[in-house]
């Protein structure tokens, strides 16, 4: 298989408020929410980074289209990691998702193996963790 993610998709309880979460909020960039003329058909996409989106889809929408009963959602079972450059912009987005709703689990803080991250959770309780990571810099 060769690796080709282009979409993470995360399943949400209120797709409007999750929209407002992400582009208001956390600044990403959407065209909004569109396919609202198909019976489980509305969907959000967020520009990330050339070749990756991020989807938003109402979690009976993805449960009816795989055909897998909804079952209890567990944060710890998924997280996605948001590395950034330095350590005063992992406080700058951490500060930024909480003004925007999030819940702070854990603050920001230097890691046992020498970087600094911490972590929160969206609208939907999904886990985001905002690291700088130096032996994994992002590409500017």
Known sequence: MKPRI???????DNLERAVHFYRDGLGLPTQGIIGKE?????????????????????????AHD???PIGIPN?????IGHNVSSTAEV?????????????IVKPAQKTFWGGYGGYFQD????????????????EE
């Open 6 to 12: 282009t979409v993470i998709t995360l399943c949400v």
């Open 38 to 62: 198909f019976e489980y058909g509305a969907v959000a996409f967020f520009d990330l980074q050339p070749g990756l989106k991020l989807a938003i889809w109402p979690r009976t929408s993805l």
């Open 66 to 68: 795989a055909r897998i």
């Open 75 to 79: 944060p710890t079972e998924f997280s």
């Open 91 to 103: 406080d700058a987005v951490m500060e930024q998702a909480k003004s925007a709703g999030a819940v």
């Open 123 to 138: 609208l939907d309780h999904h886990l985001w963790e905002v690291v700088w990571n130096p032996q994994l810099l992002p």
